[in-house]
């Protein structure tokens, strides 16, 4: 296996899980602290939206990388295709920042390093 198809590997079992995190947000699950800015334990209503709406772009994002790696036809140039992987990274990147930036310790030290760590899989992905 090579490096870059472990990252596209790994980046698309972490973008699983956090679809079944969002997924269990959305649910009902008691984990809100981990999303959102931590401010609520069960998400109310419009912050479930939110995450079935973030189920929908990991599932995206995974395609892109997919795509970026030669594995499925997105039909789009792959022009378009490695933009969009950018865009996303710099979206993870940013993501990074905000978590990190959050007043909820449990975001902090979980969500922040997660979508740091995605920011490299999907650079790596890109690059290799």
């Known amino acids: 296996m090579t490096v870059a198809s472990a990252a596209l590997l790994l980046l698309c ?3 699983a899980a956090l679809a079944l995190f969002q997924l269990a947000l959305v649910a009902g699950a008691p984990w809100g602290r981990l999303a959102w800015g931590g401010a609520d334990r069960v998400l109310p209503a419009r912050r479930r939206v939110a995450s079935a709406v973030a189920i929908v772009l990991y599932a995206l994002f995974a395609a892109v990388f997919l795509a ?3 594995m499925i ?5 792959d022009v378009v295709v ?6 996303i990274v710099a ?3 940013l993501g990074t920042v905000m978590n ?3 007043r909820s310790r449990p975001e902090r030290y979980a969500m922040a390093p997660l979508s740091g760590l995605l920011a490299l899989l999907g650079t790596a992905v890109i690059l290799l």
């Not at 490695?82 to 865009?87: E, G, Q, T």
Request: hydrophobic share 70%; net charge positive; glycine share 8%.
């Open 73 to 77: 036809a997105s039909g789009l140039p």
């Open 100 to 102: 990190a930036l959050s």
């Open 82 to 87: 490695r933009v969009l992987a950018w865009v």
């Open 91 to 93: 979206y993870l990147a």
């Open 13 to 15: 079992v972490l973008l």
């Open 68 to 70: 970026v790696a030669g």
